[in-house]
């Protein structure tokens, strides 16, 4: 480390700044979250305007998360050369450049261009944030910041939600850029006044090769995950081929780190149980949570049609429940053992999902779901906050960067798992029991085919134009979106247990695992 960082954690005293530099950090990576997020609310404005084949489409989405996840080791290690503060700028100013690009850009190649650029950008900023706090706070008052860090990104993401389908609505999906210029430009700002400068305090060489083949690895990691949920299904060439080149290239480059002079990622932090079973759980934590979000929200759409902007407020209790408990367990986190709140938040947050589970239904109310929500919320943060400050404390000062690079690729890898897996899992528990239901009632299977069939064009159209074009009265058809509705529900019900067991095993380990050792 240099600067004030450094002379902090070597006399034992704390910056005067440091509640401000938190406040920075946080903008930061809002910035961050809100960029990366924000085009996957904005696809149909898009397609309209751009005219995107659906493979244009995809990859538009999904660009910026994979250079991101790509890149992120590279973020970390750079900043722990070269100066944390030096490369957060950097890539906010990037970021920045960015979004102005994408409110003037002509097509959607063009777009796609921008947006792998902007994802490269956010590699510079996701881990280097959570690394200054590693280095401003020592270990007292490290819950306390992490406490607020996670409940302003919650709050604060969710509002931003609500902040992009406005702006879509009201001025063109164009305009939603202008969040991430305001933000950028803010950011900026505030670390360039108020952020020291620190960074690796050893003479380490860059690891070229290792960020090269980790980047690689990452990049064919995360698109073949995300292929799995598309229409070729999880076991096509578009996923395996990826997979396949995944395993080669991040096989070597753990082969090539335990044998470079200066790794980009030191092995060794991985003996660590804190360490190791952190960025586990961080998967774990990320891979139920976007699930929740991502199935709740499409159910909201899809069974109760609501629209996108009702949809984000009845999601709204989860978020703010992720606020108010992660200001509260950051206070109070230190009273208790890590691996019993950490254990504890797992088993809660399996404990939520098998009340989703329990309480989903076509016919649900508008505050059915509050309950779960708000405990999904509580558990994720008794978990999630003494296992990030365990995390970051089991990593010495000089690889702050790369701890936290580890800590949120494994973050990115679980939200990518999420949606692909959880898909998966949903369509085939739903059409399993939507055809178990058809046969139940006296379908063969050329009529199961055939109404499988007419369910696809009344889902892209509507029943009564349908019912006209084949001559038959809408309520023989109507059956058809009953067994639908109840297949849907049962697909995302039992998805929910499944993950909710992993969850509890994952807790189990965890209880284990972190036993203060002799």
């Known amino acids: ?42 696809v149909p404005a898009i397609q309209n305007e751009v005219d ?51 409110t003037v850009v002509p097509g959607a190649n063009a777009l796609i261009a921008v947006r792998a650029l902007d994802g490269v950008c956010q590699a510079l900023v996701n881990p280097l944030a959570l690394a200054v706090l590693a280095v401003t706070f020592d270990d007292e008052e490290r819950p306390k910041a992490l406490g607020i860090y996670g409940a302003s990104l919650g709050i604060m993401g969710g509002l931003s939600s609500l902040a992009i389908q406005f ?31 620190s960074r690796a305090s050893s003479a380490r060489r860059p690891d070229w090769g290792g960020i090269g083949l980790c980047a690689v690895g990452l990049f064919a990691l995360v698109y073949g995950i995300s292929q799995a949920s598309g229409p070729a299904g999880p076991f096509s060439l578009a996923v395996g081929a990826p997979l ?52 709740l929200s499409n159910y909201f759409q899809v069974l109760l049609e609501r629209s996108p902007l009702s949809s984000a407020l009845m999601l709204l209790p989860l978020t703010l429940s992720l606020f108010l408990f992660s200001i509260a367990v950051g206070m109070f986190a230190s009273r208790f053992a890590p691996r019993v709140l950490i254990a504890g938040g797992t088993a809660l947050f399996a ?32 978990a999630n906050i003494p296992r990030m400050n365990a995390l970051l404390g089991s990593a010495p000062a000089l690889y702050a960067g790369v701890a936290s690079a580890a800590n949120n690729a494994s973050a990115q890898l679980g939200n990518a798992l999420g949606i692909a897996v959880t898909v998966v899992l949903v369509t085939n528990f739903g059409r399993a029991q939507y055809f178990r239901g058809l046969t139940e009632a006296g379908a063969d299977p050329d009529q199961i085919t055939r109404a499988t069939e007419i369910l696809q064009e009344i889902l892209r159209s509507d029943l009564p134009s349908i019912a006209a074009r084949l001559a038959v009265p809408a309520e023989r058809l109507q059956p058809l979106i009953g067994n639908y509705e109840a297949a849907f529900t049962y697909g995302i019900d039992r998805m929910f247990v499944a993950v909710s067991i992993g969850m509890l095993a994952l807790a189990l380990l965890t209880w284990f695992g972190l036993r203060p050792r002799r």
Not at 252 to 269: D, Y
């Open 52 to 102: 995107a084949t659906q493979a244009q489409i995809g990859l538009m989405t999904s660009i910026s998360a994979l250079m991101l996840s790509a890149f992120i080791l590279a973020g970390g290690t750079l900043g722990d050369l070269y100066g944390r503060k030096r490369f957060m700028l950097l890539g906010t100013g990037g970021m920045v450049l960015a979004a102005v690009l994408c």
């Open 167 to 197: 702006l879509n609505q009201s001025f063109g999906w164009r305009a939603v850029f202008g969040l991430t210029i305001v933000l950028g430009v803010a950011t900026m700002l505030m670390v360039w006044r108020l952020v020291p400068e």
């Open 351 to 382: 404990l939520a999902l098998v009340l989703f589970a329990g309480l989903l239904g076509p016919d649900i109310g508008p505050w059915t779901l509050v309950p779960p929500m708000l405990l999904l919320g509580a558990a994720y943060s008794i």
């Open 1 to 42: 480390m240099s600067n004030s960082a450094q002379t902090n954690h070597a006399t034992g005293t704390r910056d005067p700044r440091r509640w401000w530099i938190l406040f920075a950090c946080v903008l930061a990576v809002l910035t961050v979250a809100v960029d990366s997020g924000m085009l996957t609310l904005l």
């Open 244 to 295: 396949l080149i995944a395993v080669v290239f991040l096989s070597v480059f753990i082969w090539w780190e335990g044998r470079t002079e200066s790794p980009a990622l030191e092995l060794s932090l991985f003996r660590s149980p804190a360490f190791s079973l952190g960025c586990v759980l961080v998967l774990a934590l990320s891979f139920g949570q976007v699930g929740v979000f991502f199935h």
